[in-house]
């Protein structure tokens, strides 16, 4: 009796230990490159520490936010950010959710060679694309310029894009949704394609048109991978450095300086650490805020 | 105008098809076009792609923007590092990711849940904002310039997903198949990589391709922590190529972006099949 109770002890024990095993490492990983810095990041982000005060950072009543709030600089930042994001998410998901059900048709050739050459460009690096854009975008010798310009006369002609007040954003939201776009395209269509036939076909010989087949039967099976797309992509660009980095820089005069170029720029190029991390924990705070309501809007559908 | 008739059934199908089509057409042309455009800037000389009215069709086709990029030592280095950050990320991403996805699939343990929960949440973490502290944490432990430090800031990227795909696609094999080995005297470790690793091998691909693409994408990360320039990876130098040798010369900085896009695009065309299918199995789990 008790050697038995004594082995499935062991037995128990073992089975932690082998447990504590395997799941170590990426406890570690992510403890020392996430949640350590972020904990971190909320201390700092109640302390004086830049380069200029030359002394160990020291607690500064806040000092960080109230500055952010005072300049109206964080406001600025979020109203750009949200501009940013709700611009490349509508697009997106407009073009790829009309593009996944135009191409989930089977009556449409070569459908698979369409969807891999649509997803070469969610392939290659940011860099690349962000890159990319900025030649086509070129006022003198940009081939945008040329089609839309010289052609099309929609824009003025050597249109500076990039240093536009308000053609900046549509640039850098333009070469995002490029990149971004393919992705919730891949999402649609696995999700259309498991949306079973025979129920489109039994409202068709009802007489349903294509429109009331998308509302009341397509549409409603998909709203558990619209949401999931749309978060995705949400998170997605709330993070985006990388587009507005290297095609404007955050400007001109700011325009286009969403909270990842403002925590980055106060971060390391103005030296200001403690700033920086206050930016980062209202961004972290709002990301959080948004995900916990999507759930909620999800778990509540599936109800 | 023409009065409004009823269309039948198949003229209706025949003009859904046509609009389908159309639409097809116009996105396509739209999003395969900059790339096509990239490699076109790449195969001609400067003076040719910076005229003020653009050629759509090449007239002096060269590879000397290529050979340029191939005898620089500095472009070598970029993507040799590139290589080494990127190749030990998705090494060491798998065997992380086989091990938790193990103990998460065929387990229970206290406080399961909310481990797994705290490695999705990483996803929506700002990777700047954490990059700030992370930057002065890995100055501190001598971090910084390493190719130690940036692999371990890449697993911050890949973990997420590759820890959770692998623990759904051990959760769909049967465990009566690993029963037999372990009944043999099989320790469970020797068990996962003889019975379970070779019946994952296309979820383990997958994996690979999603986190080499992440790794090799990376951009933020390389630029803050490898700040040498002996240590830069691809990204990082096309960027900073911009402002240096290439300034002005769109040809050389195209002929760089294809460079710096074939490994991943060649990855993506030769292995699409479970890429996809793994990144919307993986999407529509979590």
């Known amino acids: 009796m008790i050697s038995a109770r004594i082995s499935a002890l062991t037995a128990r024990v073992r089975d932690a230990l082998f447990v504590a095993f395997l799941t170590a490492?990426?406890?570690?990983?992510?403890?020392?490159?996430?949640?350590?810095?972020?904990?971190d990041g909320i201390r700092t982000s109640f302390l004086e520490h830049t380069i200029r005060t030359r002394r160990d950072p020291f607690w500064n009543n806040y000092q960080n936010y109230i500055d952010l709030y005072e300049s109206g600089d964080i406001e600025t930042y979020f109203r750009t950010t949200v501009t940013y994001v709700v611009a490349v998410v509508l697009l997106s998901f407009v073009i790829s959710f009309l593009l996944a059900l135009a191409l989930n048709n089977r009556l449409v050739v070569g459908r698979n060679l369409l969807r891999g050459l649509f997803l070469i460009s969610w392939v290659i690096p940011t860099v690349v694309a962000a890159m990319l854009w900025v030649w086509m975008f070129q006022p003198q010798i940009g081939v945008i310029n040329y089609i839309l310009g010289e052609q099309l006369n929609l824009v003025?002609?050597?249109?500076?894009?990039?240093?536009?007040?308000?053609?900046?954003?549509?640039?850098?939201?333009?070469?995002?949704?490029?990149?971004?776009?393919?992705?919730?395209?891949i999402l649609f269509l696995a999700g259309l394609q498991s949306i079973p036939q025979d129920l489109v076909e039994a409202a068709q010989m009802d007489g349903a048109g294509s429109l009331r087949v998308l509302r009341h039967i397509t549409l409603p099976l998909m709203l558990p991978i619209i949401a999931i797309a749309l978060l995705l992509i949400t998170i997605n660009s709330f993070q985006m450095f990388v587009v507005p980095y290297i095609m404007t820089g955050g400007g001109p005069v700011g325009r286009t300086t969403t909270l990842s170029i403002a925590a980055y720029e106060a971060a390391f190029t103005d030296f200001n650490t403690g700033e920086g991390a206050a930016i980062g924990v209202m961004w972290l705070v709002s990301l959080v805020f948004i995900t916990l309501i999507v759930n909620l809007l999800i778990s509540r559908t599936e109800r | 105008m023409r009065?409004?008739?009823?269309?039948?059934?198949?003229?209706?199908?025949?003009?859904?098809?046509?609009?389908?089509?159309?639409?097809?057409?116009?996105?396509?042309?739209?999003?395969?076009?900059?790339?096509?455009?990239?490699?076109?800037?790449?195969?001609?000389?400067?003076?040719?792609?910076?005229k003020d009215t653009p050629n759509f069709i090449p007239r002096n086709v060269t590879l000397a923007n290529y050979e340029r990029i191939a005898t620089e030592p500095q472009f070598?280095?970029?993507?040799?590092?590139?290589?080494?950050?990127?190749?030990?990320?998705?090494?060491?991403?798998?065997?992380?990711?086989?091990?938790?996805?193990?103990?998460?699939?065929r387990y229970r343990f206290v406080g399961k849940r909310l481990l797994m929960t705290g490695i999705l949440s990483v996803q929506m973490f700002p990777k700047v904002a954490i990059l700030i502290t992370l930057f002065a944490f890995f100055a501190r432990l001598e971090l910084i310039?390493?190719?130690?430090?940036?692999v371990l800031s890449h697993l911050s990227l890949t973990l997420p997903f590759s820890v959770w795909f692998m623990k759904a696609f051990i959760d769909s094999i049967p465990f009566e198949l690993e029963e037999a080995a372990l009944i043999d005297g099989a320790g469970r470790l020797r068990s996962i990589w003889q019975v379970v690793v070779p019946l994952c091998l296309p979820g383990i691909v997958s994996v690979a391709v999603y986190t080499f693409m992440l790794s090799w994408n990376d951009f933020v990360f390389a630029l803050t922590l490898m700040s040498q320039d002996d240590m830069r990876t691809l990204p990082v130098g096309v960027n900073l190529s911009y402002i240096g040798q290439f300034q002005n010369d769109w040809s050389g900085m195209m002929a760089l972006s294809t460079v710096a896009s074939l490994p991943v695009v060649i990855m993506f065309i030769l292995l699409q099949r479970f890429m996809i299918a793994g990144l919307t199995a993986g999407a529509l789990k979590a």
Do not use: C, K
């Not at chain 1, 003025?156 to 308000?166: A, M, T």
């Not at chain 2, 790339?35 to 910076?50: A, C, D, F, K």
């Not at chain 2, 310039?145 to 940036?150: A, C, P, S």
């Open chain 1, 25 to 39: 490492p990426v406890i570690i990983a992510l403890g020392l490159t996430v949640f350590y810095p972020i904990i």
């Open chain 1, 156 to 185: 003025e002609d050597s249109q500076n894009w990039l240093q536009h007040p308000r053609l900046s954003m549509a640039a850098i939201v333009m070469a995002t949704v490029w990149r971004e776009a393919p992705l919730m395209f």
């Open chain 2, 3 to 50: 009065p409004r008739v009823p269309l039948s059934q198949s003229q209706r199908q025949q003009r859904q098809r046509v609009l389908a089509y159309l639409f097809i057409a116009v996105v396509m042309v739209v999003f395969i076009a900059p790339s096509v455009w990239m490699v076109l800037g790449s195969i001609q000389p400067n003076r040719e792609i910076t």
């Open chain 2, 76 to 105: 070598r280095t970029y993507f040799q590092n590139s290589l080494i950050t990127t190749s030990a990320t998705v090494l060491l991403s798998l065997v992380i990711s086989i091990h938790a996805g193990y103990a998460f699939s």
């Open chain 2, 145 to 150: 310039n390493t190719y130690e430090g940036l």
